[in-house]
């Protein structure tokens, strides 16, 4: 009963929570043969190569591992910088 | 012509006998006409489940090595005429047969029958691509826990890989009441991980290992149990029909302890 109370409130993580988010990392180093740390390392080679042609604001950068359906997509959001000509 | 159904999952102890037993016998007590292959060779178990281990004269390897025709090594179960089992030799290992004797065994049995039912052994080598490689549709189980979710991810990839894709998702062995507290993954959840269509969820039930003891499958008794029930509303399901899910997850209050006196809880 406190359990369910928790968890109507929000406050304390169930196990199967936790579980849930761990497959959900899990299963995405397993499809796409991407260990978190070389997904990260993925994540700042984009942003160096992009940073080479535009500005960039690398605080505002979105680089999400997302699903759909079956498919593991890599959505990149980042913002230019209107700075005029550049180069 | 038998549609060629593979019961598989990446894990081993997940369910895939019982559950290819008590489809057989589901879909056999609807008046179809079934086979069933014990893919497990080395170690079969098809028999037992099924209550059929004495009456073994020759298995899958005899058929393969044509030291018998496959009629000989077709077992009739008596409770259930129009239900047959191959079972896996015990003493060979999966090497001994090959993804295209399966092949070659299913399409001589095709015309005979309405269902093929094969059980896939654990893991994702030999015994597993035999017994995908006659496969029309393959059925994953998985239970409510991260090891054996992963594993059928995994499982579900490779299927797609050999185009014997989409896969379809039994989840078995589900606790109605640890879901209630938080403490085991929902179908829901198993459902968004995996992202594929799901045929039905068998709640955890004893009554699965009492028939087993027995050699008769849940699902001989119809839909006295609640795991019997889940595995005829999945036959009638391959067999097309529309079959609501019931809900395994419904808090437990007095109005609907009440209900179930009228009604079983599986799905
Ligand atoms: N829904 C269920 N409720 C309770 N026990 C189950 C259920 N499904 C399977 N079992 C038990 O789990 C064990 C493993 O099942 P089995 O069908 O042999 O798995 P697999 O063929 O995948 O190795 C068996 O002891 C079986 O009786
Ligand atoms: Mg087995």
Redesign the pocket.
Known sequence: MAGWLDRLLGQKETSASKARERLKLVLINDRTDLTPEALERLKNEIVTVISHYVDIDPNNIRIDMTQEGREQRLVADIPIRSSGHRR | MATVLTVT?GK????????TANLAVALALGGQKVVCIDGDIGLR?LDV?LGLENRIVYDLVDVVEGRCRLRQAMIRDKRLPELFLIPAAQTRDKSAVSPSDMVRLCDELRPEFEWILI?SP?GIERGFRNAIAPADMCLV?TNPEVSSVRDADRIVGLIEAEEKGPARLII??LNPSLVRRGDMLTADDILELLAIELVGI?????N??IS?NRGQPVALDGTKSR?GQAFQNIARRLRGEKVPFLNLEEKQNFFSKLFRLNRSEGA
């Open positions: 999952s081993g102890g997940v369910g895939k006998t019982t559950t178990n489940v059980d654990a189980v078995n062995r068998v709640p955890e039930d004893e699965v290992v087993t795991a």
